[in-house]
T-cell receptor, first 111, second 114 residues
Framework: GENVEQHPSTLSVQEGDSAVIKCTYS??????FPWYKQELGKRPQLIID?????GEKKDQRIAVTLNKTAKHFSLHITETQPEDSAVYFC??????????FGAGTRLFVKA | ETGVTQTPRHLVMGMTNKKSLKCEQH?????MYWYKQSAKKPLELMFV???????ENNSVPSRFSPECPNSSHLFLHLHTLQPEDSALYLC?????????????FGQGTRLTVV
C-alpha cells in the first residue's frame, strides 16, 4: 500500500523567512496530493492541493511542487508569519477512498 | 464550522468500559472516515465508509467497532480498550467520485484510557 514520508519533523524559522516541507510517496498510482494545516487544539484543514497532471500550484504565500518521476512533493511558504505556526501534514491518494498522511511537520515561526 | 461534528469532545474511560464516539456530517458527502492521531505519528486511517458500506478496515483491532447507519452518521464503538489506545480520534468526510477530493475533519474526540 501507499507510504508517505515527511521531513523535517520540526522546523523553526524567523518571521519573514521561507519554510519548505518535503514529502515522498511510494505508490506511483497516487494522483492527488493535499496539504493540511492543524493549529493547536484544532482540526486539520486543507490549505492547498495538487493533482498529478500539474507540476506546481500557487496560492498567495503558499506553493506546492510535484515531481512524479521522483515521487516527491513539497510545500513552500514564503514570508512566514507567526500565525503560520502549526503542524502541517502532506498526504497522497490514489483516487480511491483512502488518503494516507505523512507524520507531520511542526512549524515554529519566531517573531 | 466545517459541517462535521463529533461528540463527545473529551472522553475518559476505564479498560473495562464500553463507550461510543459519534460523528455527523451536514455536507451531503458520500464517504466518511475514522482516523487516529497519536503524538508524533501520522494520522492513521482506521475505517472508510462509502455510502454507508465499509470499504476499508486498516487492520484495526476488534475492540474498535465502527457503525454507519446512513451516509451522514458514523459511530465508533469502543470496548476493552488499552492505555495505548489513548489518542485523538478524528472523523472526516469527503465527496468522492472518480477523483479524490478534500477531506473535511471534525474537531475530534480526545480519548484517555485509564
Amino acid at each position: 500500500g501507499e507510504n508517505v514520508e515527511q521531513h523535517p519533523s520540526t522546523l523553526s524559522v524567523q518571521e519573514g523567512d521561507s519554510a519548505v516541507i518535503k514529502c515522498t510517496y511510494s505508490d506511483s498510482a497516487s494522483n492527488y496530493f493535499p496539504w493540511y494545516k492543524q493549529e493547536l487544539g484544532k482540526r486539520p484543514q486543507l490549505i492547498i492541493d495538487i493533482r498529478s497532471n500539474v507540476g506546481e500550484k500557487k496560492d498567495q504565500r503558499i506553493a506546492v511542487t510535484l515531481n512524479k518521476t521522483a515521487k516527491h512533493f513539497s510545500l513552500h511558504i514564503t514570508e512566514t508569519q507567526p500565525e503560520d505556526s502549526a503542524v502541517y501534514f502532506c498526504a497522497a491518494n490514489t483516487g480511491g477512498f483512502k488518503t494516507i498522511f505523512g507524520a507531520g511537520t511542526r512549524l515554529f515561526v519566531k517573531a | 464550522e466545517t459541517g462535521v461534528t463529533q461528540t463527545p469532545r473529551h472522553l475518559v474511560m476505564g479498560m473495562t468500559n464500553k463507550k461510543s464516539l459519534k460523528c455527523e456530517q451536514h455536507l451531503g458527502h458520500n464517504a466518511m472516515y475514522w482516523y487516529k492521531q497519536s503524538a508524533k505519528k501520522p494520522l492513521e486511517l482506521m475505517f472508510v465508509y462509502n455510502f454507508k458500506e465499509q470499504t476499508e478496515n486498516n487492520s484495526v483491532p476488534s475492540r474498535f467497532s465502527p457503525e454507519c447507519p446512513n451516509s451522514s452518521h458514523l459511530f465508533l464503538h469502543l470496548h476493552t480498550l488499552q492505555p495505548e489506545d489513548s489518542a485523538l480520534y478524528l472523523c472526516a468526510s469527503s465527496q468522492e467520485s472518480n477523483a479524490a477530493t478534500e477531506a473535511f475533519f471534525g474537531q475530534g474526540t480526545r480519548l484517555t484510557v485509564v
